[in-house]
């Protein structure tokens, strides 16, 4: 089975860090992604992550430990348009006949306050 | 250039009725996903196409559901006697990979938001 796990909620002030964490336990791995998605638009790919460390990108950063089923994104200098759904994916080569799928966790809203 | 785009944006259809939803996915990418998303929570997979072959189809939820690419481009995802239950918002993603992995990331659609009454 597949199991993806992240913080269903957050709340961060301006110019804060805030980080998502995600687990994930799933048969196989073959990459985990981020994903922002503002309320009623579709997600917009973040970062990608396949071996163990730390991806930066700006003020995002993306990191995993396959050991652990673990990641996490570290959002710097937070801004208010930063107020999005994050959400985290896992692409398991076991999941489904012939594809590379992405499973999804719920998602987690997070909220900037001035 | 153009992201992928799907129609209709809204769809309100009565109970028993057959829908067809409509992906146009960026050009030139090779695989084409279906998703459903409820509300507060994340996409949840149906099926994908590698070109024009559907090769995976383990997400759809029963035999109501179906998908065509037949040209390896636009696909169509049809519901055939709708239900209350498949109310939702359908999302269509492409990639330029050939689902073999590396770190091409899926472009998702606005989505098809669907009510069945």
């Known amino acids: 089975g597949q199991n993806i796990d992240q913080p269903t909620e957050m709340t961060a002030t301006e110019g804060a860090i805030v980080q998502i964490n995600c687990t994930y336990q799933t048969s196989g791995f073959n990459g985990l992604f981020w994903y922002q998605q503002h309320a009623g638009e579709a997600p917009t790919f973040l970062s990608y992550n396949v071996l163990d460390g730390l991806e930066e990108k700006g003020r995002f950063s993306s990191f995993l430990s396959r050991s652990k089923g673990y990641s996490y994104l570290l959002l710097k200098e937070l801004q208010m348009k930063d107020s999005a759904s994050y959400l985290c994916?896992?692409?398991?080569?076991?999941?489904?006949?012939?594809?590379?799928?992405?499973?999804f966790g719920k998602g987690t809203k997070l909220s900037v306050i001035p | 250039g153009a992201g992928v785009s799907q129609s209709p944006r809204y769809k309100v259809t009565k109970r028993g009725q057959d829908v067809a939803l409509r992906c146009d996915p960026i050009?030139?990418?090779?695989?084409l996903y279906w998703y459903r998303q409820a509300l507060g929570q994340g996409p949840e997979f149906l099926t994908y196409?590698?070109?024009?072959?559907?090769?995976?189809k383990s997400g759809l939820p029963n035999d109501r559901f179906s998908a065509e690419r037949p040209e390896g481009s636009i696909s169509t995802l049809t519901i055939q006697r709708t239900e209350q239950r498949d109310s939702a918002m359908y999302r269509c993603?492409?990639?330029?990979?050939?689902?073999?992995?590396?770190?091409?990331?899926?472009?998702f659609g606005p989505g098809t938001r669907l009510t069945v009454l």
């Open positions: 196409f590698n070109y024009e072959a559907q090769q995976d």
């Open positions: 050009s030139g990418h090779v695989s």
């Open positions: 994916a896992v692409r398991d080569p076991d999941s489904g006949a012939g594809s590379y799928q992405l499973t």
């Open positions: 993603a492409s990639s330029s990979d050939n689902g073999q992995g590396g770190s091409d990331e899926q472009f």
